[in-house]
Each structure stands twice: as C-alpha cells, then as structure tokens.
C-alpha cells in the first residue's frame, strides 16, 4: 500500500491534470490516516470543490485556516479567510462572507503589503460593485491589480481587471470596459491562472456583455469558456458557463439544446452559485414560456424568484399570454418601482412594458418606457453604436407603438429594421415576431403579397422552434375556408422534471407510450391529430362530444402511468387551410389547454352543453384569455 507521502504527491499530480474525483480520493484518504499539512488540505479543498464536493471543500479550508493560525502564520490565514469568504458570497451567506473578511483584516492590519493585500482589496471592491458603489468598487480593485502586480499574483492581478471592467461598463464606459474584459479573458483563455479565477473571469464577461447587448461578443467567449470547462471536466463550476450558453443557445433557436444546458446547470450548481443557479432557472421559464407550456414556465419562475433572481419581465409576459393582463401589469410596475435596478437592469424589463402597457390601452405608458429605453440605449453605446439587443428591441417597440396609432408606413419601416437586426444577430424567435407585426403592417397598407410573404415566413420559424401559440397567430392571417370543429390540446405536465428524474433514455420510451395513448384516444373517437407540439399534440375532431370522449379515454389510458397530462378542450370557428387550423376557435382551445392543471380535462361551459356527455363537472368559471375580448367560462371534467 502507497505510503502517505506517495499519496499526497499523487493527488497533487492528479489535480494537475484536472483529474479532480482521483485527486480527492488519493488526498482525502491520506488525510484520513494522516493530517495533512494546511497547504495540503488547501489542495484537498480545491480537488473536492471541482469533484462537487462543496462542504467538503469548506471543510478542509476551514481545518487549513485553524492550523496557519495555530503556526501564526497570518498571512495565509488571511488568504485561505478571505477565499472562504468568497465562497460564501457565491452561496448567498453575507454573515459568513463578512466575518470571513473581517477575521482577514484584523490579521493583515500589523502585516506590510503581501498578495493577501491585494486579495483583500480585491474582496472589498467586489462587494462595492455588488452594492453598486461603483467609484468606489473602482479604486478598491485598482490597488488590487496594482499590489497583485508588484508581487507576480497573476489569479488576483486578472480578477482584479474584470472587476474594473464591469464596473466601468455599469458607469456608461463600455468601450474602455469591454476592452479590460477582452483582456482578462483572454488571460484566463491562455491557461495562467488557476481554474476558479478562470470560470469567474468568464462568468463575469459573458455576463456583462449580455447585460449591454453586445450578443456577438457574449457568444463567443461563451463558446470559448465552454470547451475550456469542458477541456477541465471542471464539475459542478462549468454549470455557470452553462447558464450563459443556455442564454446564447435559446436565442439562437436551439431550445432544447438551451434547456439540456439550464437544466444540468441547475443540478451542477446546486450549493455553489446560488445567483448564477437562480438564473439557470429563469432561463428554463423563458424557453417554456415561449413553448406554450405555460404551468411549468411558472414553476420555473418561481425557482428562480425562490432562489433571490427577479422573475421579471418573463412572468408579466407569461400573465399577458395566459390572458391576466392586469397582473402583467402591476408585475411590471413593481418591477420598474424597486430601486435596486440599475439601467440595465431597466432596460432588460422595459421592452415587455411596451407590449403589456399597449394590450392595455396605455399608449403614454408604451410611449415613457420607450423614451426610456433609448436614453438607456444611448448611455451603454459599444463604438459609438447602439448594442444589437438594445436596437432590437427599440424597432420592435416603436413598431408595435405605430401600429397602435395607425402609422402604417412607420410601422413598416421600423418593423422591416427589426427584422434585419434580430437576422444579423441570429435570433430566429424574435426574428419571426418582427415578421408577425410586419406582416400586419403591410396589409393594413393594402400590400397583401407582402403580408402573405411575413406570416408565412413567421409561421415556418415558430413551428420549427416549437413556438406553437405564436405559429397559430401566424396561420390565422393565411386562412381560407372556415369551419366549425372542436379542438383538443394535451401536453405532459413538468416534462423537464421527469426528462432529469428518468434520464433520456427512460423519458424517450415513456414519451412514446404516451404518444401511443393520446393518438389512440384520438383516432378511435373520430379525431384527427393535426399536429405534434412537442410534449402534447393538437387534434381536431368533427363533433363536442368527439373530442370530449377522447379527453376521457387518454386520460382514463395514462392514470397508470408515471407522468401526468393536462388536456384542453373547446369548439368554435377555425380557418382551414391544407392539414391546419387557425383562428379563433384554435387559440381559445390552446389557451385552455394551457390553463388546465395536472391531470385535468379543462373545456368550456358552451363545448360541455353541446357534448352532452353525462359526467360529472366543477362549478363554472371564468378566464380571460390573452387577445379575446370577452371572459370564457370553463368548467374541470371528472373524468374519473
């Protein structure tokens, strides 16, 4: 059996090839027989944290604290005091960050300068940009990157510029900012500092150049800091680089690639980044949210709120769409209210105020936050030129603003503007929304061609992302015959619960005994599926009760197993065009569908009459749904 020695300088070994479960292994054994000297278990803490062993990391950094004070050796007491710090600050735990650096100041106070300084200047100008005291956060990191260099620290020294350059960006200097960030990543790229410094080096670049809008900049060091965490097998850290690739990969349209990525994020960084953790789950609501799969965008939401992010503006969006504007409404008034948000912050927020504030009528409150969002768009210019999320959205707002005033010729100028930047940006999603408003905007002129030529186009995109409501938006316009048809939608509930319980291969094979199910029911009750929507499908059947009876069947068919399905049910006028439906009848089924909770049949009061069907029903209720005027009246099916 290795010696302690042996295995000591093995687990050093392994930690130089970032072989991070054989170098805890090695280490932590040889501490079991043996103590290991603080240095030691300062290298046994970091093999742990990259294993996902996060209390075990702390653990032996506070047992290599405890002993370099025992040696009076304050200075690396101080040094291991403030990275604990750190840590707890990723964690969310302030009483434990502050005391960490509290303990690191008093035994650094008799000490002359030493890298511990310039770490501790560091921490404080971290924390002021946290607490937005920029000025200040400014000169705390400059004599942090100054005292790193005098003593060769080349972790602290890069830090301590990314630092400079967030904060530089979040006071309107981007271009001085963007260029410190480029420069520090690059360092980190190059491999000479150690991996933490690295991963947070990318984290706060990717971050802060989403935050400005400069997307293409923010794609490619995401792309870069991925294959480095990748290369690494850095654990449960790279969940933060996944975080911001999930961001990049939803806006590039590759949704279920940017769900995979936010979900094992999630799970990644559970006990480490509790902020970067909030916003993996923030990002999981906006993919289902723009799916159509409204109930788990909610709890998405929620985790994230639950976890210290703020859930707007995509849950005023998710309340719009459900039809609940006057939450939308006051979510976002609260929202724009807390003075915690910055202008960036704003920014991000004041593009849905636009659209929520014109599905009410209130066309001054569109018209402010616009204001608004161009002076934001002008303070964080990159180059002397607005930053493409910014210009976007500002097309987009003031598009949307003209065709509520009627201005068919602004609309169609700053509509066909926004298309073209969200395709150089290459954002298909909000690509085809420009298109759906442009469209309108050329037939109001009397250019059917032109609108036929967007809402086919618009169309093509949603169904190939999965965007199934806003597809039907797009398939209403280009309709011809209209009938009269009742119309189902199902769709499994928590999907992306049971995908991380099962794993692929168990949810691929409990995928399609669903399918099998829910197409049965249909086909032996008369129905047509018309379409799959990912986890559910869309059927059409000539008859209430047609549709009705088969809502019972799959749902009587599906109670032995594992998942659970909410399934929608409504008749009413659709337009038939080719295999497809749109119109009126078609989104009221939709959105009823996307009301219903798990393992409910949810129809409206008028499709139950006509039906006919002896079965128990809940008392009525009433629903605004999102575009229609007038409140539905829906009751649940006691299908059991």
């Known amino acids: 059996m290795a010696s302690v020695v042996d295995r000591v300088d093995a687990g050093r070994e392994a930690v130089g090839r970032h072989a991070w479960g054989e170098a805890y292994e090695l280490l932590a054994g040889a501490d079991r027989e043996r103590t290991l000297s603080p240095a030691d278990l300062e290298v046994l803490s970091e093999a742990a944290y990259w294993s996902g062993r996060l209390d075990e990391s702390l653990a032996a950094r506070e047992r290599a604290y405890r002993l370099y004070r025992s040696a009076e050796d304050a200075v690396r007491a101080a040094t291991v ?196 953790r909030a916003a993996g789950f923030y990002e999981i609501g906006e993919i289902r949210r723009r799916r159509g799969d409204f109930a788990a965008a909610e709890e998405a939401y929620r985790d994230a709120r639950d976890l210290g992010h703020d859930s707007q503006p995509g849950l005023a969006l998710l309340r719009l769409a459900q039809g609940r504007l006057a939450e939308a409404v006051s979510g976002l008034r609260r929202a724009l209210a807390d003075e915690a948000h910055g202008p960036l912050e704003r920014g991000r927020i004041l593009p849905a105020q636009v659209e929520v504030s014109l599905a009410a009528d209130d066309v001054d409150t569109a018209r402010a936050a616009l204001a608004e969002l161009e002076q934001i768009a002008d303070a964080f210019r990159v180059e002397g030129k607005r930053t493409p999320l910014f210009q976007g959205n500002l097309q987009l707002g003031h598009g949307q603003l003209a065709l509520e005033e009627r201005d068919w010729d602004e609309a169609e100028r700053q509509l066909r503007r926004a298309v073209s930047t969200w395709t150089a940006v290459g954002a298909p999603y909000e690509t085809a929304r420009a298109r759906l408003l442009l469209g309108a905007a050329y037939g109001h002129a009397g250019d059917r061609d032109g609108a036929r030529e967007q809402y086919e186009a618009a169309k093509a995109t949603f169904e190939r992302l999965g965007a199934f409501l806003d597809a039907q938006l797009a398939l209403e316009p280009l309709g011809h015959a209209e009938t009269r048809r009742t119309f189902l939608f199902t769709d499994i509930v928590d999907s992306t619960k049971l995908l991380g319980a099962l794993g692929d291969a168990k949810w691929s094979k409990l995928l399609d005994r669903h399918d099998a199910i829910v197409r049965d029911a249909v086909e032996r009750h008369g129905g047509e599926v018309i379409k799959h929507t990912g986890d559910g499908f869309f059927a059409a059947f000539q008859t209430p009760r047609q549709g009705v009876e088969a809502a019972i069947a799959a749902q009587r068919a599906l109670d032995d197993e594992v998942m659970s399905v909410r399934i929608g049910v409504h008749s009413g006028d659709a337009l038939e065009r080719g295999d497809d439906y749109a119109g009126r009848g078609v989104n009221v089924a939709a959105r009823i569908g996307a009301l219903a909770g798990s393992g409910e049949i949810l129809a409206s009061s008028e499709t139950m009459a006509e039906a006919d069907i002896p079965c128990a029903l809940s008392e009525p209720r009433t629903s605004e749904l999102k575009g229609f005027d007038e409140p539905v009246e829906l009751v649940s099916v006691d299908w059991r």
């Open 81 to 276: 005091a403030l990275w604990l710090g750190l840590d707890y600050l990723g964690k969310g735990d302030y009483p434990l960050f502050n005391g960490w650096v509290a303990n690191a100041e008093r035994l650094l106070a008799d000490e002359s300068d030493s890298p511990a300084h310039a770490l501790l200047e560091l921490v404080h100008g971290v924390n002021g940009l946290f607490a937005g005291r920029l000025a200040e956060a400014l000169a705390q990191l400059e004599r942090a990157h100054e005292l790193a260099a005098r003593f060769g620290d080349a972790d602290v020294q890069t830090l301590a510029r990314v630092g400079q350059g967030r904060a530089l960006l979040q006071s309107g200097e981007l271009d001085r900012g963007l260029k410190l960030l480029d420069e520090a990543s690059a360092t980190a790229l190059g491999g000479a500092l150690s991996p933490l410094p690295s991963c947070t080096v990318y984290c706060i670049t990717i971050t802060t150049c989403r935050d400005v809008g400069d997307i293409d900049r923010a794609r490619r060091w995401t792309d870069a800091a991925h294959r480095w965490c990748e290369d690494r097998d850095l654990g449960g850290f790279s969940g933060a680089c996944r975080v911001h690739r999930s961001e990049i990969l939803r806006l590039g349209g590759n949704w279920d690639g940017a769900e995979r990525e936010a979900r094992t994020a999630c799970g990644d960084l559970a006990g480490y980044d509790l902020f970067t």
